[in-house]
């Protein structure tokens, strides 16, 4: 294991490199389940490599956190542009959102970590990261749910079992755990999220 010298590409990759690495590792083991050695081990570079190129393990971290934000953003802001305030519109950006997390579970996989009290040392990211996003979506969800409809708490119990489906999976009649790797698993569960949504906010069909 080496070092990479300061700048250039060569100093890019490896921080990407790193930045994926760690992702991942925090991902699975969590914040507090990660040791820098380990990163560095995955990333083959050595800890004062991986410290010039992106700080400590908190540095790191928060680093991770902000992307994956960013990408979340991003693709909720794509799915706004499509968005019409009516039961399409609202299934559309659950469908992204659902499809977001299907191809990135390690976005869901870091904040049930933080749901068991992982890296509880670094505090706030909740208000930072997710309120923007839950606010923008509250907003477009508004706009098309029905009297009476409960749009918060429908959108916590949709955060909650797309989570919980992406990370967990769902376990099948002869006690087999599925998730989303599964089309048959994945087409029913996304049927059921439709039925919920449309029910919960009294969307017309």
Same mark, same amino acid.
């Given at each position: 294991?080496?070092?990479?010298?300061?700048?250039?590409?060569?100093?890019? *990759?490896? $921080?990407?490199?790193?930045?994926?690495?760690?992702?991942?590792?925090?991902?699975?083991?969590?914040?507090?389940?990660?040791?820098?050695?380990?990163?560095?081990?995955?990333?083959?570079?050595?800890?004062?490599?991986?410290?010039?190129?992106?700080?400590?393990?908190?540095?790191?971290?928060?680093?991770?956190?902000?992307?994956?934000?960013?990408?979340?953003?991003?693709?909720?802001?794509?799915?706004?542009?499509?968005?019409?305030?009516?039961?399409?519109? @609202?299934?559309?950006?659950?469908? =992204?959102?659902?499809?977001?997390? *299907?191809?990135?579970?390690?976005?869901?996989?870091? %904040?049930?970590?933080? %749901?068991?009290?992982?890296?509880?040392?670094?505090?706030?990211?909740?208000?930072?990261?997710? /309120?923007?996003?839950?606010?923008?979506? /509250?907003?477009?969800?508004?706009?098309?749910?029905?009297? &009476?409809?409960?749009?918060?708490?429908?959108?916590?119990?949709?955060? %909650?079992?797309? =989570?919980?489906?992406? @990370? &967990?999976?769902?376990?099948?009649?002869?006690?087999? @755990?599925?998730?989303?790797?599964?089309?048959?698993?994945? $087409? $029913?569960?996304?049927?059921?999220?439709?039925?919920?949504?449309? =029910?919960?906010?009294?969307?017309?069909?």
């Amino acid at each position: 294991m080496g070092g990479v010298g300061e700048g250039g590409p060569e100093s890019d *990759t490896a $921080r990407q490199r790193v930045i994926e690495k760690a992702t991942h590792l925090f991902a699975s083991l969590g914040y507090d389940g990660t040791p820098v050695q380990m990163i560095a081990d995955a990333a083959g570079l050595d800890i004062d490599t991986v410290t010039d190129l992106v700080g400590g393990k908190r540095e790191l971290y928060l680093t991770v956190m902000r992307r994956h934000y960013l990408a979340t953003q991003a693709m909720f802001n794509t799915a706004f542009t499509e968005f019409t305030p009516d039961r399409a519109g @609202v299934l559309l950006v659950v469908d =992204r959102f659902l499809d977001f997390y *299907t191809d990135h579970p390690e976005v869901p996989e870091l %904040w049930i970590h933080r %749901w068991l009290s992982d890296a509880a040392d670094i505090t706030g990211l909740e208000g930072l990261y997710l /309120k923007p996003l839950r606010d923008s979506v /509250k907003q477009a969800f508004r706009r098309a749910a029905g009297p &009476g409809a409960d749009v918060d708490m429908t959108l916590e119990t949709i955060i %909650w079992c797309v =989570r919980g489906f992406v @990370v &967990g999976g769902m376990v099948s009649a002869s006690g087999e @755990v599925h998730g989303p790797a599964n089309v048959e698993y994945l $087409r $029913r569960f996304r049927t059921y999220l439709h039925q919920l949504v449309t =029910r919960s906010l009294a969307l017309n069909e």
